[in-house]
């Protein structure tokens, strides 16, 4: 038998190989599909984000400035530009009445707050939900840790509304 007839064997890299190219396929595949839904039947716009902080102290109200880009802290993306607060109110926690139970009490003015704001963003609005830029994943009641260049605050998203001016 001649040296250049001998029959090739499959090894491991080779069935390793073919299975990193097929997942790759098939993952583009998907991606592409999902892009397709997500512009077929969307709406694309300016959106307001209300969202949610509680029990900051009073001056983290003052940090919040019209204007500033909002973003995601785990992986800094942006999300919109900080429009205005809405309510600044005196923040509130549970105590123990041996009286009456549980009884809600609020802390002195200047001190402990609750605020609510809006941000106004640019995105996608479908069946599935709001992607801020087509890709990033909001909706009311999603927990997010947000940054400005003035403020770092954890915030619970509230709700997200066609932006009319």
């Not at 009456?100 to 704001?117: C, I, M, Q």
């Amino acid at each position: 038998m001649d040296n250049n007839m001998k029959t090739k064997k499959i090894n491991v890299l080779d069935i390793v190989i073919l299975v990193i190219i097929a997942v790759s396929v098939i993952s583009l595949g998907m991606r592409y599909y999902q892009r397709a839904d997500i512009t077929g039947e969307s709406v694309s716009g300016r959106y307001e984000v209300s969202f949610l902080v509680t029990d900051v102290r009073h001056t983290t109200a003052d940090a919040f400035v019209k204007g500033d880009r909002v973003y995601v802290a785990t992986d800094d993306t942006c999300i919109g530009v900080f429009d205005r607060l809405d309510s600044n109110n005196p923040a509130a926690y549970y105590a123990e009445d041996p009286d009456s139970g549980t009884v809600k009490v609020y802390y002195p003015e200047g001190t402990r707050v609750d605020l609510t704001g809006t941000i106004i963003s640019e995105g996608v609005m479908n069946d599935d939900g709001y992607f801020v830029g087509g890709s990033y994943y909001l909706a009311p009641g999603k927990k997010l840790t947000m940054y400005t260049g003035h403020v770092y605050v954890e915030a619970v998203l509230t709700d997200i509304t066609e932006y009319t001016e």
